[in-house]
């Protein structure tokens, strides 16, 4: 089994594979300005058809709601975070339906949350809860 474990962000766009056991390296690449829906599933798809992969994991920067985008946050601004949207780019994100897109591209079972609550996800805690705000481009909580 391997699965393509994807971080979407409005600067970069970073990807590894893992088995299960162990995790490869993360690789990255500028994420295009603008990215259109089209384009990220595309660059997911290829990099999900490269290996096989048995599962495809995405945390997205943007709010998402059971696997659509409901707001797709600094990705679709012109100029980085602090700057306008571009109104197209924003209108093509909203209410995408990105878990499935990516699915029927792939024929592989996909999950897409928000990239902070990926992170939140993935800390091991034996009791409790756990808060994760995530810097980058943009800010994001996930509980």
């Known amino acids: 089994m391997t699965f393509l474990l994807v971080d979407v962000g409005a600067t970069s766009f970073k990807w590894t594979y893992a088995d299960g056991e162990s995790v490869e390296?993360?690789?990255r690449r500028p994420t295009p300005r603008l990215c259109s829906p089209e384009t990220l599933c595309d660059m997911i798809a290829i990099r999900a058809r490269t290996r096989n992969c048995t599962g495809i994991a995405i945390g997205f920067p943007g709010?998402?709601?059971r696997g659509v985008v409901v707001d797709a946050a600094n990705i679709t601004r012109l100029n980085g975070p602090s700057s306008d949207r571009d109104h197209g780019a924003h209108s093509a994100w909203r209410n995408f339906e990105l878990e499935s897109a990516i699915?029927?591209?792939t024929s592989t079972p996909t999950v897409v949350v928000n990239d902070a609550h990926a992170t939140a996800l993935g800390c091991e805690i034996s009791k409790g809860r756990v808060l994760v705000v995530a810097l980058g481009t943009g800010c994001g909580v996930g509980i």
């Open 25 to 27: 390296k993360t690789r």
């Open 63 to 65: 709010e998402i709601r």
């Open 103 to 105: 699915g029927v591209m």
